[in-house]
């Protein structure tokens, strides 16, 4: 049997296409699929699709039609997602690895072009605008100017990529946030292609290197977030080996109530997940509540499985997303996805309900209005909650005076002073989005005003959204409180906030305050928002504005006046809140198919900037000696093309002991660039001034400023520099005070390999390639942590680090370690996929603790990975051959 045995063919617009039958495989006796989850069901799809006997095998047909709930060992399958999606910050490095192999390549004397995309990527630039302008109606071109300024050799680079490289297509600046383009733009639910020489019919499937990749999951395409060097492995043409999931069905009923927002909805649904554990589970969305979800609310759901825990959070193809694509301008495509979904079992049936894993419930009526923080999304707040939690953080409430432009003002702890309408997660969205320029448009004719103290700014995720809101007449009210068009972009959500005025930053510094952001985004880990901002707010936009115009998070919305109007009288939440029914009914007149027809047909072209850059066609990239933005990365220095055998960590000290949910935030250089750390000490010696430091982010094509930043986040608490928070450790064994990137160089010097304990969560958050890359170039050869984040996990395997688990309920902590030992990790040449390993520590006393790990190489191909040094140098010698 072979995979011709599952083709069918069907009539679309007078072609013939042919269609991996979902049917065939049930008729084969492999499948139940009335039963399957939908997730499933497209994952079937996939995996028949590309059955060839050799990678997938009739075992894998079998085992993923059989679905089993759970699984005592994990399978592996080898699935192949139909594109790639970056952004800058992860595309920029990974574009510098395909030049390095390029090079590699020649220099063994192989041909340098064997190496491009075998997988269509779409690079959105969308990662690196900034908010240092605000307020202004030229705000917006300033900020794409200063841009343009920091970042034009970064997309030099990335125009040499467009150019030279095959398959892969490059969205400039100001076009919109990768997400919000992938779900209006790129998703098509159902693709055509060659399939062993035949037209053919098949899903859309794809990994994207965001964690946020799922927002593609509202619209029933199967994607999610991966590392940097596993979507750089897959688009060279690996396939994804992953275990078959186990899948949570959230089963949605009732209805929104009044007043409630899809934001609402999804901060409740992230703390309620997060307390059923779904972490590495797909979690599929199903019950008769789904109709009464808007496509855009389903977007905010899918968008925040990151943050709930799960792989994916995905929506069955119904009615609802037929509509959306109409609305987005794909009728055709529209009608090519009902067809195809409806004929292969691949279209929601509302009256059978598939079996799942485990079954959540949440009846919609009950969601009430909240918000989320202040370190963490899944800290779920009722509104009149806020004013206590917000106290906890503050209990000495100190306030100072300040001047702002002239005037003698009070500055609060709990003050906000980020107010943000950001992110892919709402900006989506037009239900809130146009909401919030109706509650401006009631403030405004109150005569309310935003507090002078907070950085109000609006960054949509695509043009679109700027033209329902001119088009509503909402954008002038908005203008009028400052939430000016600020940027197209992620910004504040992932920390390009930009500067707070001096006056308060250096209050807020000087006074070690506590004041606020309160934002749109979906997350607000400790630091990322802005290194002075100690309570970070996950909120809706209409919130957002109501918060801003309070200028504080200590307040009860529900009974507390927002200010006072023209006449003094006290002005309430609730004299600002539209109905539901008169926000819909501007939506529905005021977002057009036209727009995104308009605005997605221009969308490679780019403004002049963009025009004005050079293109440069060549094999290999011209790397800039002097240059701090784009250097060629050392993991190919000395490669050979044969392997060296893996070897035990013997003598080993641990260069950084943490605690849970210690965040790839905390691990990978983000955000600002302090000049005393040493990625600012490394570009102050060469030539570059603090002020043009620009973020680590846009840095990411320099491995210099990236090690040198590695888990040197300002609130990164080590045990072995504690008290002291930040990127600091201890050197052993003469135990002197150290930044880490100092301690790690010093060991590399020694020859002495190091390893970093951490507890439950490790490498939660952002799938940041470089938090398992800069520690690879600290000399890191194992973390030993009491659990992973999937991506992290992932990421240290592809990297050739040893990612181990404490077992039987130990710790660190709870096994005594202090710091001052020395370590042996044996049995690493014979390791196979989650096997035991024997850590033994030696205290200078001489005395030993011995305690098993489970090493957390969960398959065949990660320990290959392992052994090779990594994915890209496993994908390198193969190519090589």
Not at 718 to 740: C, Q, R, V, W
Not at 756 to 784: P, Q
Request: glycine content about 8%; overall charge negative.
């Amino acid at each position: 049997m072979d995979r011709t045995h599952f083709r069918s063919h069907f009539e679309f617009g007078g072609k013939t296409y042919a269609y991996y039958d979902l049917k065939k495989v049930q008729a084969a006796g492999m499948a139940d699929i009335q039963k399957l989850p939908y997730s499933i069901r497209v994952l079937l799809e996939n995996i028949v699709r590309n059955f060839d006997g050799k990678v997938v095998t009739e075992g894998d047909v079998k085992e993923v039609g059989g679905w089993k709930k759970s699984y005592d060992a994990p399978f592996e399958i080898a699935h192949h997602p139909a594109r790639v999606v970056m952004q800058d910050f992860t595309g920029v490095p990974g574009v510098v690895d395909l030049a390095a192999m390029r090079d590699a390549l020649a220099e063994k004397g192989k041909k340098a072009s064997l190496i491009n995309p075998v997988v269509p990527v779409d690079l959105i630039i969308d990662h690196s605008v900034q908010v240092d302008y605000y307020g202004t109606p030229d705000c917006l071109d300033k900020n794409v100017a200063k841009e343009y300024e920091r970042n034009s050799e970064r997309y030099s680079l990335l125009k040499w990529a467009q150019a030279s490289f095959d398959n892969m297509r490059i969205v400039p600046p100001r076009s919109g946030i990768c997400h919000q383009v992938n779900l209006e733009y790129l998703g098509q639910i159902v693709l055509k292609g060659e399939v062993n020489g035949e037209e053919t019919a098949f899903c859309d499937t794809l990994v994207g290197t965001d964690s946020h990749t799922t927002m593609i999951n509202a619209i029933g395409v199967m994607g999610w977030g991966v590392g940097g060097i596993e979507a750089e492995a897959v688009m060279l043409g690996q396939p994804y080996y992953m275990p078959i999931p186990e899948v949570i069905g959230l089963r949605l009923t009732g209805e929104i109530a009044e007043g409630i927002t899809g934001t609402d909805v999804v901060l409740t649904i992230t703390e309620l997940l997060r307390r059923h554990k779904v972490v590495e589970k797909f979690v599929e969305v199903y019950g008769p509540g789904l109709k009464a979800l808007s496509l855009p609310d389903r977007a905010t759901i899918s968008n925040m499985s990151p943050e709930y825990g799960s792989t994916m959070g995905f929506f069955p193809v119904d009615d609802e997303t037929i509509r959306y694509m109409r609305e987005t301008n794909r009728a055709e495509q529209s009608q090519f996805v009902e067809n195809y979904t409806k004929m292969n079992m691949l279209f929601y049936d509302y009256n059978n309900e598939p079996e799942y894993t485990k079954v959540v419930e949440l009846d919609l009526s009950t969601v009430k209005p909240c918000v989320a923080g202040p370190k963490k999304p899944q800290q779920h707040i009722p509104l009149e909650k806020l004013p206590a939690v917000a106290g906890e953080e503050t209990p000495e409430k100190k306030s100072v005076e300040i001047e702002l432009e002239g005037k003698k003002i009070k500055l609060s702890e709990n003050d906000v002073v980020v107010a943000a309408i950001t992110s892919c997660t709402n900006t989506s969205n037009p239900f809130v989005m146009i909401g919030a320029g109706m509650v401006a448009k009631k403030a405004v004719e109150k005569g309310l005003k935003v507090k002078p103290y907070v950085k109000t700014s609006l960054a949509p995720g695509s043009k679109v959204v700027t033209d329902y809101l001119e088009a509503s007449g909402v954008d002038k009210y908005l203008n009028q409180l400052g939430f000016n068009l600020a940027a197209y972009g992620c910004t504040t959500c992932i920390g390009n906030s930009g500067p707070l005025k001096a006056p308060i930053n250096d209050a807020v510094k000087d006074n070690k305050m506590s004041v606020a952001a309160v934002l749109s985004g979906n997350r607000n880990f400790e630091a990322r928002i802005h290194p002075l901002i100690r309570q970070n707010y996950l909120a809706s936009p209409m919130l957002v504005v109501v918060y801003a115009l309070a200028g504080t998070v200590d307040i009860d919305l529900h009974l507390d006046p927002v200010g006072t109007d023209k006449n003094g009288k006290p002005v309430y939440m609730r004299d600002l809140w539209p109905s539901n029914d008169e926000v819909w009914a501007l939506v529905k007149r005021y977002v057009t198919t036209d727009q995104y027809e308009k605005r997605y047909s221009e969308i490679l072209e780019g403004d002049e900037n963009w025009k004005t850059l050079p293109i440069v066609k060549s094999d290999i990239y011209e790397w800039i000696p002097d240059s701090t933005y784009i250097r060629r990365p050392p993991f190919f220095e000395d490669f050979s093309l044969e392997l060296t055998p893996a070897q035990d960590i013997i003598g080993a000290k641990p260069l950084a002991m943490l605690g849970d949910t210690v965040t790839t935030d905390h691990i990978s250089p983000a955000g600002a660039i302090p000049a005393e750390y040493p990625a600012g000490q490394y570009l102050e010696a060469n030539g570059v001034k603090p002020v043009d430091f620009n973020s680590y982010g846009s840095r990411r094509g320099n491995h210099e400023v990236m090690m040198r930043g590695t888990f040197g986040n300002v609130r990164i608490k080590n045990k072995l520099a504690d008290p002291k928070e930040g990127g600091f450790t201890k050197h052993m064994p003469d135990g002197k005070d150290s930044y880490i990137y100092d301690a790690a160089m010093k060991y590399i010097k020694e020859g002495t390999p190091t390893v970093v304990f951490g507890g439950k969560e490790y490498g939660t958050g952002s799938s940041r390639d470089w938090a398992a890359k800069g520690t690879l170039l600290l000399g890191v050869k194992a973390v030993i942590a009491e659990s992973f984040e999937r991506i992290h996990r992932s990421n240290l395997a592809g990297m050739g680090i040893l990612p181990l688990q404490f077992t039987g309920g130990n710790s660190w902590a709870g096994l005594g370690l202090d710091g001052t030992e020395t370590f042996d990790i044996k049995g690493i040449a014979e390791v196979s996929p989650r096997c035991s390993l024997k850590v033994t520590a030696v205290k200078p006393d001489g005395s030993q603790t011995e305690f098993v790990v489970l090493c957390r190489l969960d398959t065949e191909v990660e320990i290959e990975y392992f052994k090779h040094g990594g994915i890209l140098a496993y994908v390198l010698r193969g190519m090589a051959k």
